[in-house]
């Protein structure tokens, strides 16, 4: 634990370091001061909402898989699993099934799969916004050029495209997890210490009824609503900054950078968030010190403050 943690500020402060040399840092440092305090609340505020939101989702899939806990007990679980986003692929938050089980007594398994369900959600969540935000935008001579949603589209059919890839993923998922190699594979994802105490059978059993359809279908839609709520606030921050972006920009490149993030199963994406916003950010006309300031200050407004607010939560937790 303690070669991750130096790992995280080893990489972190190199990231920061060729981010000062890459964009002129006086000018950078300077659009960081001049974002008022307001936008900075609200920004906080809509990425509270996301975690809120994910947090109904960690509630049901409990609930789904047995775990007789109340919703707030379940939030506050959630929030101190935040304390571990700087984990590879997020998975530290096995945190929340130990916790789940030392506090109510919620075997392990229940937990764990509640956590596997999240992802594959957050995922499904990701494309669908990465659909709709691509609709909004076009690539030309090389560069990124922001349209108006629809574009000789109506609004619906602009939707229903990305919205039918993630049913049929769905479906897809829905009948491939059912088999029993996958199931293995799903299991393997877990970590030894947490996988010795599961059955086999008795997991298999309740992956097939926590990744059915419906699920999977209502929970990738809840999912998309939360982390569109940072799109809004990525979107906020742009605009403060003076960028004429549209949403569907802010969207497609909050997704995709987001979907290279988790491909990467670096802690919390680092340096790879970073460098995709910063990439699309530029070839979206915006100036270097303008890109830079935006993506150090999302960041800071929703990875670090996710990070502060699972600290804090933990703390609370354990006083209890």
Not at 50 to 62: A, F, G, I, M, P
Not at 97 to 119: D, S, T
Not at 203 to 214: I, P
Not at 265 to 281: C, N, Q, Y
Request: aromatic share 10%; charged share 15%; hydrophobic share 55%.
């Amino acid at each position: 634990m303690n070669m991750r943690i130096l790992f995280v500020i080893v990489a972190v402060s190199l990231l920061y370091l060729f981010l000062s040399v890459w964009s002129n840092w006086d000018e950078t440092s300077m659009l960081i001061m001049n974002i008022e305090l307001p936008v900075v609340l609200l920004v906080c505020a809509l990425s509270m909402t996301n975690y809120l939101l994910r947090s109904v989702k960690w509630h049901y899939y409990t609930r789904l898989a047995g775990a007789k806990v109340r919703l707030s007990d379940n939030t506050k679980i959630f929030l101190a699993g935040l304390s571990l986003t700087l984990s590879p692929g997020k998975f530290g938050e096995i945190v929340k099934a130990y916790l789940l089980k030392e506090r109510h007594g919620v075997e392990m398994r229940k937990g764990v799969l509640a956590i596997l369900a999240e992802r594959v959600t957050d995922v499904l969540a990701m494309a669908m916004l990465l659909g709709i935000g691509s609709i909004g935008i076009e690539f030309s001579r090389g560069n990124l050029i922001y349209l108006t949603i629809g574009n000789g589209k109506s609004l619906p059919s602009s939707v229903l495209m990305p919205c039918t890839i993630v049913v049929l993923f769905s479906l897809i998922f829905a009948l491939i997890i059912r088999r029993k190699a996958f199931v293995s594979v799903l299991l393997s994802r877990v970590p030894a210490r947490v996988r010795k105490g599961i059955k086999h059978n008795d997991f298999a059993g309740d992956v097939q009824r926590m990744f059915g359809l419906k699920p999977l279908l209502l929970m990738s839609l809840l999912s998309a609503g939360s982390w569109f709520t940072e799109c809004i606030g990525f979107y906020i921050i742009l605009k403060a900054l003076s960028f004429k972006a549209s949403l569907s920009l802010a969207v497609f490149i909050f997704a995709l950078s987001t979907l290279a993030g988790v491909i990467s199963m670096l802690p919390g994406g680092i340096g790879v968030v970073e460098l995709s916003m910063l990439s699309l950010l530029t070839l979206s006309g915006m100036e270097r010190a303008s890109a830079t300031a935006a993506t150090i200050v999302f960041r800071a407004l929703t990875l670090w403050f996710a990070v502060l607010v699972g600290v804090i939560a933990m703390g609370v937790f354990f006083r209890e």
